[in-house]
């Protein structure tokens, strides 16, 4: 049979339990939160996207039951905006911090050396996932680091996906680093970690960082001011 292009609740009917089975959903990335709301999170090209996947998820909860589906977010701010949804609202809500790894007790200047990153300057470390999503806000940490006066010698670092190093600055890739203790002995050798995101829920990394005693510079936007204070990040 031909797959369908559109969710619609008559179609997703069946996919759902027998009234007494309970079903968890976890609340994560921050486009979920369009069709929570009905409203762009922040690009206008949202739009679209975010009426129509408000649309279609009523349609396929609809026959569920109010005590059929709890909520769970890492973040008030994202548990907040559910609960006050047109289509989520009436389930029950939870909130759950997210867990970090163990983080190592490293010397930062031993560090670098070993992980063969630049002992001179500044290491300022980002996650380099998408360099091109807009709301991760890349364009907005190379201008600032551009507007640094040369001798401040700064290093930054990008763990993810491997990108062409940005005109004029002093990037290095290592790549994508699946061990959770070698992502501790990153974290830990950077000076700084830098989330300059516009839009976001609670990024683990957040955590993470703090967790192995790197200051934390993000701006103030979704579930973020909730992972620290003032004297661990700004």
Not at 26 to 52: F, K, N
Not at 101 to 115: S, T
Not at 155 to 176: I, K, M
Request: glycine share 8%.
């Amino acid at each position: 049979s031909a797959r369908p292009t559109r969710h619609t609740g008559r179609h997703h009917r069946s996919v759902w339990p027998a009234r007494g089975l309970l079903l968890v959903v976890l609340l994560v990335a921050v486009t979920g939160v369009a069709g929570i709301l009905g409203t762009p999170v922040a690009a206008r090209s949202d739009a679209e996207y975010a009426a129509q996947a408000m649309v279609a998820k009523a349609e396929i909860l609809a026959p569920l039951s109010d005590d059929q589906l709890v909520i769970v977010a890492p973040s008030r701010w994202l548990l907040g905006l559910s609960k006050r949804s047109r289509v989520l609202g009436r389930f029950q809500h939870v909130h759950i911090d997210n867990p970090s790894l163990v983080a190592p007790e490293l010397p930062r200047a031993g560090c670098k050396a070993e992980l063969g990153l630049p002992v001179d300057g500044k290491l300022v470390l980002f996650i380099s996932d998408n360099l091109r999503n807009p709301r991760k806000g890349f364009d907005l940490l190379f201008a600032a680091v551009r507007r640094l006066a040369v001798d401040a010698k700064v290093n930054l670092v990008g763990l993810g996906q491997r990108s062409d190093v940005p005109e004029g600055l002093r990037v290095s890739f290592p790549g994508t680093i699946s061990d959770e203790g070698m992502l501790a002995r990153y974290l830990s050798c950077a000076d700084a970690l830098v989330l300059p995101s516009v839009a976001e829920n609670a990024p683990l990394v957040i955590i993470e960082a703090l967790t192995c005693g790197t200051p934390v510079v993000a701006f103030d936007v979704g579930g973020i001011p909730e992972l620290f204070t003032a004297e661990s990040g700004v």
